[in-house]
Nanobody
């Protein structure tokens, strides 16, 4: 079992920045594939970014160049640095972990992940 706890959400003006943090339990965090998703009211959960095995990172087109995913395996944490925030970035942001070692080539799919955090609210005002 992996527990994930997000933090760092809040209210920010358009053009501002936030850094989300996700703390994970487990002794083998370095082997987990990690992802960030978001869900706005009335919308489906959508992929934001992933830190996949092999050190490969993936981003949704809507956040490329503005968001950066990073991980600190020594601290069992993954971060999402969000810059140049826009009102359309407003959502609940979720951290997700894939512990399975079965090969998976879809970091953008929610069903690729086994564990989820409770979410943290990000609100960007115009």
């Amino acid at each position: 079992q992996v527990q994930l706890v997000e933090s760092g959400g809040g209210l920010v003006q358009a053009g501002g920045s936030l850094r989300l943090s996700c703390a994970a339990s487990g002794r083998t965090f370095s082997s987990y594939a990690m992802g960030w998703f978001r869900q706005a009211p009335g919308k489906e959960r959508e992929f934001v970014a992933a830190s996949w095995r092999g050190g490969i990172t993936y981003y949704a087109d809507s956040v490329k160049g503005r968001f950066t995913i990073a991980r600190d395996n020594a601290k069992n944490r993954v971060y999402l640095q969000m810059n140049s925030l826009k009102p359309e970035d407003t959502a609940v942001y979720y951290c997700a972990a894939r512990k399975s070692l079965v090969v998976c080539n879809r970091p953008d799919r929610p069903d690729s992940y086994e564990y989820w955090g409770q979410g943290t609210q990000v609100t960007v005002s115009s």
